[in-house]
């Protein structure tokens, strides 16, 4: 277990932070300027808090743990006037700001992108949604379940014969966080040299769009809808997940020429490729399965463990496919400290990834544990000028 680094700054020390966006994406954003030194203030809900919160295990509110780290909580209930009042008050000392409302909401609420730069020319604001904020679904609920249906990454996920597969993590959002970050980071870039702050976009779909390869290059060459292919590759082969007889999983990929004659010769088969239908990539994506019917028959007749030696002593590209608490036993995830564990009221110790990346000379780090529901309201508000006596009426009135 490891220790919070309250001290560390982190390059992002200054720059302040105002979410208001509820689960994955937008908090997906956040931690990632929160953990490398960025004063990041939830705005939530005073009577329900960020919904990420409800994501619970043994009731325990794990999710929140993990992403709301490195963070401060301030309730404000921005259905009242004076919540909204206080939030616009909060805006001038403020560098971002990020909401996930649905599209036309901030309006509503009187908090446009007009309104904001009025009070805050330099303000770059982050508008997370499922569709964006222009274009006919903009309206549409934007889950990233609904986003990984239409953007086709679940009808390429999984096996020509099975029902097309969702993937069982908040994958669009995660990916959306990611860009968001960045697109933040571009924005203040701006900023620096003119002053000027700007809207960004950020929708769901396009990012995971973005990741899914030329797929519309591909099909306006051939006009062919790619079918499935399980863990299969439609650009390299032999590339698979293949079973060992006692159980286990191996990953094996072989995207260049070099490798596949390596892994070929490895299981007694450097044959393959002399013989014209396996002779190079383009050959065996033709025929994938006889193309790793060698490779199926040698590691099912062996256990992981001899398969694992053989395969590093003929230097595979080959690699265990593992489930969380073989992960967490890799001496290469410990040593470098992938997972850390950190104190916890409730758990003990609380394991989560590591900063992720890790910079040579301004370090991000875990600074502090996810904050309790309204934990530094007061702090916040105070800055403001809202004494104690003030913020409780205002906490009596449900504001806070």
Same mark, same amino acid.
């Not at 990916?175 to 960004?200: C, E, N, P, W």
């Not at 260049?256 to 070929?264: I, K, L, P, T």
């Given at each position: 277990?490891?220790?919070?680094?309250?001290?560390?700054?982190?390059?992002?020390?200054?720059?302040?932070?105002?979410?208001?966006?509820?689960?994955?994406?937008?908090?997906?954003?956040?931690?990632?300027?929160?953990?490398?030194?960025?004063?990041?203030?939830?705005?939530?809900?005073?009577?329900?808090?960020?919904?990420?919160?409800?994501?619970?295990?043994?009731?325990?509110?794990?999710?929140?743990?993990?992403?709301?780290?490195?963070?401060?909580?301030?309730?404000?209930?921005?259905?009242?006037?004076?919540?909204?009042?206080?939030?616009?008050?909060?805006?001038?000392?403020?560098?971002?700001?990020?909401?996930?409302?649905?599209?036309?909401?901030?309006?509503?609420?009187?908090?446009?992108?007009?309104?904001?730069?009025?009070?805050?020319?330099?303000?770059?604001?982050?508008?997370?949604?499922?569709?964006?904020?222009?274009?006919?679904?903009?309206?549409?609920?934007?889950?990233?379940?609904?986003?990984?249906?239409?953007?086709?990454?679940?009808?390429?996920?999984?096996?020509?014969?099975?029902?097309?597969?969702?993937?069982?993590?908040?994958?669009?959002?995660?990916?959306?966080?990611?860009?968001?970050?960045?697109?933040?980071?571009?924005?203040?870039?701006?900023?620096?040299?003119?002053?000027?702050?700007?809207?960004?976009?950020?929708?769901?779909?396009?990012?995971?769009?973005?990741?899914?390869?030329?797929?519309?290059?591909?099909?306006?060459?051939?006009?062919?809808?790619?079918?499935?292919?399980?863990?299969?590759?439609?650009?390299?082969?032999?590339?698979?997940?293949?079973?060992?007889?006692?159980?286990?999983?191996?990953?094996?990929?072989?995207?260049?020429?070099?490798?596949?004659?390596?892994?070929?010769?490895?299981?007694?088969?450097?044959?393959?490729?002399?013989?014209?239908?396996?002779?190079?990539?383009?050959?065996?994506?033709?025929?994938?399965?006889? +193309? *790793?019917?060698?490779? =199926?028959?040698?590691?099912? #007749?062996?256990? $992981? %463990? &001899?398969?694992? /030696?053989?395969?590093?002593?003929?230097?595979?590209?080959?690699?265990?496919?593992?489930?969380?608490?073989?992960?967490?036993?890799?001496?290469?995830?410990?040593?470098?400290?992938?997972?850390?564990?950190?104190?916890?009221?409730?758990?003990?110790?609380?394991?989560?990834?590591?900063?992720?990346?890790?910079?040579?000379?301004?370090?991000?780090?875990?600074?502090?544990?996810?904050?309790?529901?309204?934990?530094?309201? +007061? *702090?916040?508000?105070? =800055?403001?000028?809202?004494? #104690?006596?003030? $913020? %409780? &009426?205002?906490? /009596?009135?449900?504001?806070?």
């Amino acid at each position: 277990m490891i220790a919070f680094q309250p001290d560390q700054e982190g390059p992002l020390k200054g720059l302040v932070v105002l979410d208001l966006s509820r689960l994955v994406a937008g908090n997906m954003v956040s931690l990632q300027l929160a953990d490398y030194g960025a004063e990041v203030i939830k705005v939530e809900d005073p009577k329900k808090g960020d919904p990420l919160r409800d994501w619970r295990t043994k009731g325990l509110s794990v999710h929140w743990k993990v992403y709301g780290r490195n963070k401060k909580s301030l309730t404000l209930s921005l259905r009242s006037a004076e919540g909204r009042d206080l939030l616009r008050r909060l805006l001038p000392a403020a560098d971002v700001m990020i909401e996930n409302f649905r599209p036309g909401t901030l309006e509503e609420m009187g908090l446009g992108p007009d309104v904001l730069h009025a009070i805050h020319p330099g303000l770059v604001l982050v508008r997370v949604s499922g569709w964006g904020q222009d274009g006919p679904y903009r309206e549409r609920p934007g889950f990233g379940t609904l986003v990984e249906g239409v953007s086709g990454f679940a009808s390429k996920n999984g096996f020509p014969d099975r029902p097309p597969v969702l993937p069982p993590l908040a994958m669009a959002d995660m990916i959306a966080g990611l860009y968001g970050a960045f697109s933040v980071m571009v924005a203040l870039k701006h900023r620096d040299r003119t002053g000027q702050g700007q809207v960004i976009d950020l929708p769901l779909l396009d990012p995971i769009v973005s990741i899914l390869g030329p797929e519309a290059a591909q099909f306006k060459l051939t006009g062919q809808i790619p079918q499935r292919t399980g863990s299969q590759s439609r650009t390299a082969s032999p590339r698979n997940a293949f079973q060992t007889r006692d159980g286990r999983w191996i990953a094996i990929s072989a995207s260049m020429q070099s490798m596949a004659e390596r892994v070929y010769a490895a299981v007694g088969r450097p044959d393959m490729t002399q013989d014209p239908r396996f002779r190079t990539n383009a050959d065996r994506i033709k025929i994938p399965d006889e +193309a *790793e019917a060698p490779l =199926r028959d040698f590691i099912a #007749a062996r256990d $992981f %463990a &001899e398969v694992m /030696a053989h395969f590093e002593r003929h230097e595979v590209t080959a690699a265990p496919i593992y489930d969380i608490d073989q992960f967490l036993e890799d001496p290469h995830v410990q040593a470098r400290q992938i997972i850390v564990e950190l104190p916890d009221a409730e758990m003990g110790a609380v394991p989560m990834h590591n900063v992720v990346p890790r910079l040579s000379a301004s370090p991000g780090a875990i600074r502090t544990p996810a904050p309790d529901l309204g934990e530094h309201s +007061a *702090e916040i508000l105070g =800055r403001i000028g809202v004494d #104690a006596g003030r $913020f %409780a &009426e205002m906490k /009596a009135a449900g504001i806070v």
